[in-house]
């Protein structure tokens, strides 16, 4: 009876463990298809590119993504994850995967992504869910803070209705407050108790240093993606100043964090856009602000194809080695002894 029983729950984790990717992946393709299709194609007839500008800012919004896997294998080994050796590829791989998810509605999906796709190698769970919970928060406070530092000290954002920027600084500082481990700690306790989930063990808990260190790995990220976006907006138009590269970046990084917040809409779409275009039409004319939204849209989400591209590629010459290997002569012989 046990045994049915033991074989009936291995069957059914076997069928969960091939339906979950399906899930995702007809989940994405469902909501990329929406996004796509949200677009505002007839705004871009006519504009004229800068294809440098536009190969600089995928270069360097590429490089953020990766700086990105950076950041979460340092939170990943300062949580005292193990087995992260020599799994560089996969797991980048990985968080490729799981970074798409924010395409999908629901702002816990690129956190379940990485926790089961990278527990799939042997990583701990409880330590991908504090991570990617930390990372959540980590990126928010840091993106916040660099904006309302760059925003609040230009005087072209005194135009903004006030109540924006008390809303602006209020999200701040409950990020900042959410951040202080004991409150992070007690956050995500009461959590698992409302799921029956075991409590944290002490070696998972982030320590002050982590969350510090942390926070500015994610302050300098919102700088270099906060550059790319600059570059892309000049590409179409062509008479932004350098001098605005700064409120460039401010504008960018508010968006990103307020869309991160926003965790009802994939991606968050029509949050971000709908922040950045308020922002950017004090930087240029308010058609040319909407036309740069919608591009930075569609090469936000070029660029996430592409990353998603390059760290495949690796895994498929990893699987030609592996495979080159189990079908050796030698392999061979040895099985047949």
Known sequence: MEQTESGTGGRGRRV???????????????????????????QLAGVEWNWWWVAVATVISLGFRYWGVGIWFFLLRRLGAENLRGSGVTLTHVYAKSWMGRYIPGAATWIIGKVYFASQHGVSKARLGVSGLLE??????????????????????????????VLMIAA?????????????????????????????????????GTVVVGAGLYVLGAVISGTGY???????????????????IGAASMASAISMLAVFA?????????????????????????????????????????????????????????AA?????????????
């Open 230 to 248: 600059y570059f892309i907006s000049l590409a179409v138009y062509p008479s932004l100043r350098v001098q605005d590269a700064a409120f460039v």
């Open 266 to 322: 994939p991606g968050g779409l029509g949050v971000r856009e709908g922040v950045q275009g308020l922002l950017l039409a004090l930087v240029m004319p308010g058609p040319v602000a909407l036309i740069v939204v919608v591009v930075t849209r569609i090469w936000s989400l070029a660029v996430d194809a592409l990353f998603l591209l390059t760290t495949a590629v690796p895994t498929w010459f990893g699987r030609g080695k592996r």
């Open 172 to 208: 701040f500082v409950v990020c900042v407050i959410c951040l202080v481990p004991r409150v992070f700690v007690a956050l995500i306790g009461f959590a698992l108790r409302i799921l029956r989930r075991r409590p944290l063990e002490d070696d998972v808990k982030p320590a002050l």
């Open 16 to 42: 969960l463990r091939r339906a979950v990717p399906i899930v995702f992946y007809v989940a994405l393709a469902g909501f990329l298809f929406l996004y796509v299709r949200s677009v505002d194609w007839g």
């Open 325 to 337: 290997v189990t079908t050796s002569p030698t392999n061979a012989d040895a099985t047949k002894a």
């Open 136 to 165: 959540g928060a980590l990126q928010i406070a840091a993106t916040l803070a660099l904006a309302l530092v760059l925003l609040l000290i230009d005087p072209r954002t005194h135009a903004l209705d006030p109540w924006i920027i």
